[in-house]
């Protein structure tokens, strides 16, 4: 397992961007697929992106995923924040695999403690 330690949540304008990052002390996440996850308050957790352990970042959407290796962190930036993104965020990583969506019991994730977003409009 892996300790995740996910920040950079806030306050937020609508039309704002933002960055969260995902770290990992006394850890290297070179090894680890890693996810980025919100959950909006009485609905289920949603998968946003990802990126393998093999690549540096990915985009989809307004999802900006990013692996920066000298800092043993992946960043997670949001463009044109709308309300509805309100959420709390949350990273996971699960080593040598792939992340593609939510974990099963089979390949489960180890999670961050969540980072909340809120975007006022």
């Known amino acids: 397992q892996v300790q995740l330690v996910d920040s950079g949540g806030g306050l937020v304008q609508a039309g704002d961007s933002l960055s969260l990052s995902c770290a990992a002390p006394?850890?290297?996440?070179?090894?680890?697929?890693v996810g980025w996850f919100r959950q909006a308050p009485g609905q289920e957790r949603e998968f946003l992106a990802a990126v393998s352990w093999s690549a540096v970042g990915s985009v989809k959407g307004r999802f900006i995923i990013s692996r920066d290796h000298a800092k043993n962190k992946v960043y997670l930036q949001i463009d044109s924040l709308k309300p509805e993104d309100t959420a709390v965020y949350y990273c996971a990583a699960r080593q040598w695999g792939v992340i593609t969506g939510a974990p099963s019991p089979d390949e489960p994730y180890d999670w961050g403690q969540g980072t909340q977003v809120t975007v006022s409009s």
């Open positions: 006394g850890r290297t996440l070179d090894n680890y697929a």
